[in-house]
């Protein structure tokens, strides 16, 4: 069965400082990973996700994320935390093909210093 | 519309009510999908429509929760006889994905609905 563990339920980190989230998946295959941020009151907004090809994906925001088949991995990074980006975020995990059921982490929240 | 939409955004009822949840799907997403996400949890899969038609419910915790999509559009979670643990926030989301083998699109959710159960 497919899992996502996302070992970090907070992180606090200053502004402008660099950021690592962690986001560990188990699935049989090569799965469809995304990462979603929810800020208080608002719906999930897709950072990025990877399907396939290059393993770094680039998102929105200045987001980026690396798919490690080795690891089991999909961790979120970001050079230079801003106080907006304060947020949970949820790691998430499509079995393939037919994507449609989401397995998603149980979240991490971003709190960001001045 | 621009965004999927959720009403209402709160709902507070006693137990043993009834309640229905509304969403409206981004225009043309022929997927629906709702999720359930309780305090401290990531969002929890309840069931998928394709078109009018629920392709996948296993997520639905038990027979009080039924959703209907009549037209293909609007759907409506309805949750009878609601007990104190169904206190949570119900997301929808909406997707071009076609539910043919292989195909996957992009979830995009609206902001939920707060219920409340007292």
């Known amino acids: 069965a497919q899992s996502v563990t996302q070992p970090d339920i907070h992180i606090t980190v200053s502004e402008g400082a660099s950021l690592e989230l962690r986001c560990n998946y188990s699935?049989?295959?090569?799965?469809?990973l995304f990462w979603y941020v929810q800020s208080p009151g608002q719906g999930l907004q897709l950072l990025l996700k990877?399907?396939?090809?290059?393993?770094l994906v680039q998102g929105i925001k200045g987001f980026e994320a690396e798919f490690k088949r080795s690891q089991s991995s999909f961790n979120l990074r970001k050079p230079s935390v801003h106080w907006s980006d304060a947020a949970e975020y949820f790691c998430?995990?499509?079995?393939?093909?037919?994507?449609?059921?989401?397995?998603f982490g149980t979240g991490t929240r971003l709190k960001v210093l001045a | 519309g621009a965004g999927v939409s959720q009403t209402p955004s709160n709902k507070v009822t006693e137990k043993g009510k009834y309640v229905e949840l509304r969403c409206d799907p981004i225009?043309?997403?022929?997927?629906l999908y709702w999720y359930r996400q309780s305090l401290g949890q990531g969002p929890e899969f309840l069931i998928y429509?394709?078109?009018?038609?629920?392709?996948?419910d296993s997520g639905l915790p038990n027979d009080r929760f039924f959703a209907v999509r009549p037209e293909g559009s609007v759907s409506t979670l309805k949750i009878q006889r609601t007990e104190r643990g169904d206190s949570a926030v119900y997301l929808c989301?909406?997707?071009?994905?076609?539910?043919?083998?292989?195909?996957?699109?992009?979830?995009?959710f609206g902001p939920g609905t707060r219920l409340t159960v007292l």
């Open positions: 989301a909406s997707s071009l994905f076609t539910g043919l083998a292989g195909s996957t699109d992009t979830q995009y």
């Open positions: 699935y049989g295959a090569t799965p469809y």
């Open positions: 990877y399907f396939s090809g290059d393993t």
């Open positions: 998430a995990v499509g079995a393939r093909p037919g994507t449609y059921k989401y397995i």
């Open positions: 225009s043309g997403h022929t997927a």
């Open positions: 429509f394709q078109g009018t038609g629920a392709a996948d």
